[in-house]
Structure formats: C-alpha cells, structure tokens
C-alpha cells in the first residue's frame, strides 16, 4: 500500500509525459489550423495562397456581399432542421423495432449498421445511381409501378437535388440516432413497464409516461451530435451534385469549400469557415449543457 | 397474475408480432437497399449498365467484374494508400490515447477539467469545419500530397474517441490488481503494459477499430490534400471517376464493395461499445 501511495504521489509530478504528447497532437492539428484559419479570415491572401497583409474585415464584406450567400443561409437552415427533426422522428420507432423481439431482429441489426459503418462517400455514390435520370433504378421502380410516366431526373432541378440530398443525409444519420436511443431503450427498466401493463396502461400510455421521460437524455444527445454532423455535412452534396447548379444546392460548408478549392478565393472562404467554425462552438456549447444536465441528474 | 393475464397476451402477441416482423424487415431492406443495388450493378457487365429499360437483376451475373476490376482501375494502389494511412493514424491514435486515458482514468490532477474539455470539444469538431486552415497549414508544413500530413490530421481527430472509450475501460478495472503488482514492485508503466493494457483488450480493440474506420472512410481532406493519383486513398480515388465522360458504374460498384465490405464487418464487431464512446459517457 505504501508503495502504491508513493507511486500515485510520484505521478503528480508527471501529468505531463502521460497526457502531454496527446495534447501535443490536439494543439499543432487541431488548435493550430483553426487559429490559422481565423487569421486568414482577416489576411489579404491571393489566388496562389500568398499572404499580402491585413485586409481588416474586407473578407467579412465580400462575404456578406456575395449573391449566394442569402440562399445558402436559408438552405442550410432547413438543411439542419428537416435533417435532424427527421433523423429523430424516425429513430424512434426504428429504435423500437430494434429493441422488440422478432424473427430476424439480429440480421435487421446488421443491416442497419451498414450505412452507418460504410463511407458516405460511397453511399452518396450509390445513391447517385439509384437517382439517376436515364439508367437509375428508382425511375424503373416508379415506372413498373406505374406512379410516373416518363423517367425524372431527379438531381436535375435543384428544388426536386436538394429534397433527396435530404433524404440521404437522413439515410446515413438514422443508423447512429437509433442505437443511441436503443441504448437509451434498455435501461427502461422491465418490471416497472409490467406493472403500468398491469394497472391497464396501453402502449401509448406506456410509451407517454414511462419509455419518453426516460429517453430524454439520450435523445437530446443525439440531437446535438447530429446538429453538429449535419452541420459539417459534406460528401453527399459534394458526391451528388457539388453543391449545383450554380450554387442552388450548397450549404454554408460546401460553399466554404467551393470558395476556396474552386473559387481560389481564400480569404473570403476563411471567412465563411471562420462563421462555420462559430456555429459549431455554439452547438458545442449546447452539447455540454445537454450531458451536464445528464451528469446532475445523474 | 401471471396465469390470468397470460391468455389475453398471448392472443394479442401474434397479430401484432407478424406486424413487427414485417415493419422490421422492411426497415432492414430499405437500409440495405442502397448497398444491393451497388452488388447488383456491379454484376452487371458493361452494355447491361447502359441498356433501357433498366433491368433489376444482372440479365447475366458477370463475377468477372470483381477480377478485372483490379487491373480496369488502380484498385490496388488506392487500397495500399488506404490501408497505410488509417493503420498509421489508428496507431498513432493508440500509442498518445493510451498513456493520456490510463492517467486521466486513474488521477486527480490540475487541469483535468480543461483537459476533459478539450478532448470533447476535439470530437465534436470534424475535420470538414476547419479544412481551409488544415489546408493553410499543411502548405507551410510542406506536406501537401503526403501520407504523412493525412496520417497526422486523422490522428488528431480521433484521439477524442480512443481517450474515452479507453479511460472508461481503464476506470472498470479494480485498483488493487494494479497495487498488488505495485507491491510486486513492478513500475507504473510496468503495471499498464502487463497488467492494464491486457484486461482492457476489448477498450483497445474498439479504439483500433473505430479509428481505423473513420480514416478508412475521411473524403474530405484526403480530397483536399492530395493531388497525385498514387498517393489517393479509396474514397477520392474511386469518387474520381465519377467525374469521368463515361462513369464505369459496374467496376465503380465493385471496388466501393471491396472498401465497404470488410469495414461493416469490423464494425458489427465494437457495435455494442460504440454508442458509449460516440456519446462521451453522457449516455448509458
């Protein structure tokens, strides 16, 4: 035990060598570029990326200045919205069904950790095809089922592009949101759900007063996450239609990409990242309110 | 009780059983669904892609695909390029979230706190939101189009992950296994490589997993970073081609498949410590 003592004594002095490569790392990939990136945002930089100076909010300006940005800002507003209110609507009956016992449950399982652990570069892809205005196999599905006559393409008008980007982002955002809420399902202890059945509560009752309460934690959790994923939702507006045309389906991050890596805009983009960045500090923020809101209670 | 209310359960069990059989198959495909369609469009040889009216199923199952596929696209260097840089940052990860989780799991120090908290606001931070200053300073690194600066950045971003998933393994094991080895006068180190590190294997293979996934299937800054074909992990090497006049959807489909198939695996496999981990403890 004295031994033990000393030992922990010992490591007091050395927080660093255990915890200071990590942080170390943290700093200089993490820290570092958001820095960096701030700066930028007020730099006059060139198309080349040289740095010519201060340029004070000149960036900010050009930003607000832009004729895309007040369609993007509102897109991106629904984006986030309908996306996760959308994404938790499902996933609770998902998470249900997963929590329930039927023949098949554990291949249903699987098949819903696919999208989840699969690239979502690579479902956007699929998705792609399955959308596709000549080949794709939803118009064929439709057309067989005879709901439309003649094939749509459906990625081609940005109104009909951004519904279905939509769609995908709660394809990949469902899988996630369920098995947080599943696990959330599984603590509701068992006896107590018995004895509500007993005292003649019906399952919406049941579901009302004793299942929702208890999920509370776990879904406002999820929400946060998902705010923040869909948020930085990337690959499946660059995959299916590179924020096009024009710029009728970007969000504010496909925008502050395409600025930069398109547009060779730099400073400008920084600023639109910079405003990104904020958002998501905030939404931060509101996460760590929501679990400590958990922890207290707990 | 239970006999009296048992009759009226039972009956009413089936109907809404078939129901839930139903509901949840249906749920299942419409989850598989998308990954199907690239099995069966990878199938398909060449003129089938093209033909109208499209057919559902390959009119001729074309196995082939998925053996020239390896010489139609550079399906073998993007994999190695794949393979090295998520095993890199997934031991990376390790060999920095060890150490900081073992400690953080086991001491009360100063600065905890602020230590807790910068990890967690790292996790929620993708790397998607800061990649014009990744950018900015992997050109002043001299590290565009390297392995190294992908290898670096993933890193980074995961450590969150395997720093929780770690230290709540860290915290399950009981203190006085590691003070009898203490007593056996093993070192600190000693302790967490001989006896530590051996009860929490599942925490490690999680983290291991996990990261290596998640840099398995990093578009964004890969697609930023790197310029020459060779150094292209899967996600932006195969995503290229979408771009080209004539997209080979089939061979397209059937390399997706060779990166997706192995990874869903994995993943089934640290499933059931995920949540936990994803949720930074707030969920139980």
Known sequence: MATARSSLRKSRFGA???IGPAVTMIAVMVLWPAIEMIRTSFQNVDQT????GWNGVANYRSLIHNPD??????????WVTVVVIATVLISLPVAQLLNAKFPGRKLVRYAIIVPWAASVVMTSTSWKWILDGYYGVLNKVLQDFGLIKEPIDWLGNPNQAFIWLMVVAVFVSVPFTSYVILAGLTTV??????AATVDGADGFQRYRTIIFPLLRPALLVSMVINLINVFNSFPIIWVMTTGGPGYLTDTTTTLAYKISFRDQDIGQSASMATVNFCIVLVFIVVFLKVSKWRETSE | MTTLVMPRKKKRFTGKKVSLTISGWIIGFIFIAPYAQMLLTSLKPKSEITAIPTTYLPYKWTWSNFVDVWHVLPLAGYLKSSFLISLCATLLVLVLAVPAAYY?????FRGRTAFLLLVLITQMFSPTALVVGIFREIVKFHLVDTYLALILIYGAFNMAFSIWILSSFFKSIPVEIEEAAWIDGATRFGTLRRVILP??????????????????NEFVIALTLTSSPQREPLTVGLTSLIGQYQVQWNFLFAGSLIAIVPVVILFALIEKWLVGGLT???VK
């Open chain 2, 104 to 108: 953080v799991a086991r001491n009360k």
């Open chain 1, 69 to 78: 940005l007040p369609g993007v800002l509102s897109r991106t507003l629904v």
């Open chain 1, 16 to 18: 660093l060598p255990w």
């Open chain 2, 280 to 282: 930074a403890g707030s």
């Open chain 1, 189 to 194: 202890p068992g006896d107590i759900l018995e």
């Open chain 2, 199 to 216: 009860l929490a294997l599942p925490g490690l293979v999680t983290a291991f997993i996990f990261t290596f996934i998640s840099a398995w």
């Open chain 1, 49 to 52: 990326g040289f740095t010519k």
